[in-house]
């Protein structure tokens, strides 16, 4: 049996297909002789990487996702031999790397110990130093300099400049740090507006486009010299050719909305070019949640929309809390058929070249959904606004608006849930440094937020007051004599008064430290007893008292406040009132942590 398989074998095939002067194997067989999973990371389909060999040349391969099926149903096994139907050549630091994109398990060869002695493929020098497939071509030609092709004698393929740099299209998907030369044709979906930075350590410009093709999508970006050059090349909706050397690495996954691992940051030497050919690359894809079930939608995930245009608010400004910059916003009010009605807001110059008219219909790619208002949508800086888009959902809506859809009147998701809504408010997260750096409070109107915070001194020489007995009273009384507690309120004279805590607790986060203050049910919660007990015990057992205060220190507490301005003659000042404590419950915070951590992608 084996001696048979080895006959069939493509002895050779594999060092032709990291030497073009070879001529190349079609589906190439070989035997595998090593599978083995690359580590598991979070949030990444399970990868596999395989060794094949040819007799003559063994290879490192990695398995592309789709062909993972093929390890974890059993069928490719270390022994076994394979057809390679679609693979790609990859040189890491001199190291050959095969991508196999497609195979077949030649099962009637059935498994065999290793054939042969085979050696890893050698770096020849020569093919090495190949130039890098030159970018050259008769039309548009931006961000290299041209390079002379350098002629060796003889084996210079014939094929034209053009014909040699997009012989292979490489599908978007199968960008990895793994492959190092590559030509991707693509649809830019969106292109952001140039963005500065200065900080201490550096400062610069940089703009990120969202390139799409049949496979999937990923975002690129080019910071200074790069956004210089490449910033007016883009179009959104246009189609390029993208040539490397770009870099590629692991998605930063809090600045983008696209789902792939790796994103590209364009080099110096990086090619972009329009294609002549637009027609073969898909147009933005959608997947529209409808107005009606984004009830269903958590805050903070990212959708699209499709809707009907039934209102275009006027432009407005509002200057952001943290950034204190200007913003220019409009709001518009979407409807579809599910009967329900939206606000979306469109930002900055989305806003300010607003021009579609009421009845359009909209797509929307990357909208942010959040709970003001019961249900409400902003738009992205890397989403994307299509007027009247030629997709199927539009055309049926237009049919539907036409023919009934203008005359109905639609619900707001606002008119659902407004308990929703308000509670929302109450749970805008701050750490100390924000509430600060965002003056929480300090405008007019009250600001709710919560902060995780660990309580870590409580102000002891003012912690309650002798309160009024009657039902719903709570006003502060004076003892006139012993055993007679005056309330001016409610015109009543009581024989004790009921202590009721007025306390003030620093606490702390990683950020800072901030003063609290805390009312009756809060303290309880904080010191375990009421106040009462707590006189009492003052009265009585003074060192007890003091432990229950020790015993207070240090714990962390869900913090709900409300920050307002208040005024001690001429000072103005912000006093932050919690309105309730919660335990930190370390199962639900352990979870919120870990989606953190993951969104910066540590691992
Ligand atoms: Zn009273």
Redesign the pocket.
């Known amino acids: 049996m084996a001696l048979d398989a080895a006959s069939q074998v493509s002895v050779g095939a594999l060092s032709a297909i990291f030497d073009e002067r070879n001529p190349q194997v079609q589906e190439p067989i070989v035997q595998c002789v090593q599978i083995k999973p690359l580590p598991p990371q979070p949030n990444h389909p399970e990868r596999y990487r395989a060794v094949f060999s040819d007799i003559t040349n063994y290879v490192q391969t990695m398995l592309a996702t789709q062909a993972n099926h093929f390890v974890t149903s059993g069928m490719l096994k270390k022994g076994c031999f394979v057809r390679l139907k679609s693979f790609q050549a990859n040189s890491v630091k001199g190291k050959k790397i095969l991508i196999i994109l497609d195979l077949e398990v030649l099962q009637e060869l059935g498994e065999a110990e290793k054939i042969g002695e085979p050696k890893p493929l050698e770096n020849k020098s020569d093919v090495e130093e190949k130039p890098q497939p030159t970018t050259i071509s008769s039309n548009g030609f931006y961000g290299s300099k041209i390079q002379p092709q350098r002629v060796e004698s003889g084996v210079q393929p014939t094929r034209s400049p053009l014909a040699s740099t997009h012989a292979t299209i490489y599908p978007i998907e199968y960008i990895s740090p793994f492959s190092n030369k590559w030509t991707i044709k693509a649809r830019c979906t969106s292109k952001s507006t140039i963005k500065t930075w200065h900080n201490r350590n550096s400062e610069g410009r940089l703009f990120s486009v969202n390139l799409l093709d049949d496979s999937g999508e990923i975002r690129a970006t080019g910071f200074n010299e790069q956004c210089d050059m490449l910033y007016d090349v883009f179009q959104e909706g246009g189609v390029y050719y993208i040539s490397t050397p770009c870099r590629v690495q692991i998605a930063k996954k809090q600045f983008t909305n696209l789902n792939n691992d790796y994103e590209i940051t364009f080099e110096r030497g990086t090619v972009v070019e329009k294609a002549e050919d637009q027609s073969d690359v898909p147009q933005v894809r959608f997947n529209f949640t409808t107005v009606g079930d984004l009830q269903s939608v958590e805050k903070d995930t990212t959708i699209d929309v499709v809707g009907v245009l039934k209102e275009v608010g006027e432009i407005s400004q509002i200057v952001s809390k943290s950034t204190n910059k200007p913003y220019d916003k409009r709001e518009l009010t979407l409807v579809d058929s599910s009967g329900f009605s939206v606000r979306l807001t469109v930002w900055g110059t989305t806003a300010l070249n607003f021009s579609a008219t009421p009845e359009s219909v909209i797509a929307f790619k990357g909208v942010k959904v959040s709970d003001f208002g019961g249900r409400s949508l902003s738009l992205l800086s890397s989403g994307s606004m299509t007027i009247d888009p030629d997709i199927e959902e539009a055309h049926r809506l237009k049919g539907w608006y036409d023919a009934q859809g203008r005359h109905e009147t639609f619900s707001s998701h606002a008119s659902m849930s407004s308990a929703s809504s308000s509670a929302g408010k109450l749970d805008r997260f701050k750490t100390v440094a924000q509430i600060r750096e965002e003056q929480l409070g300090m405008s007019d109107e009250a600001a709710y937020f919560s902060c995780r915070a660990t309580v870590i001194y409580i102000k002891q020489d003012t912690i309650c007051y002798p309160a009024?007995l009657?039902q719903g009273?709570n006003?502060k009384?004076t003892e006139l004599d012993p055993g007679q507690w005056r309330?001016e309120?409610?015109d009543?004279t009581h024989l004790r008064p009921e202590y009721r805590y007025i306390m003030l607790i620093n606490v702390s986060d990683h950020t800072g430290q901030l003063w609290l203050s805390c009312f009756d049910e809060v303290g309880r919660q904080l010191l375990g007893i009421s106040a009462d007990e707590l006189m009492d015990m003052r009265q009585s057992e003074s060192n007890l008292a003091g432990e229950v205060f020790q015993e207070a220190n240090c714990r962390t507490w869900n913090f709900r406040c409300r920050a307002k301005l208040d005024h001690y003659g001429d000072q103005p000042r912000i006093r932050y009132q919690v309105s309730s404590a919660k335990a930190i419950n370390y199962s639900e915070e352990a979870s919120r942590l870990m989606n953190l951590i993951q969104s910066y992608n540590l691992s």
Request: proline content about 0%; overall charge positive; glycine content about 0%.
């Open positions: 009024c009657s009273c006003k009384v309330c309120s409610c009543k």
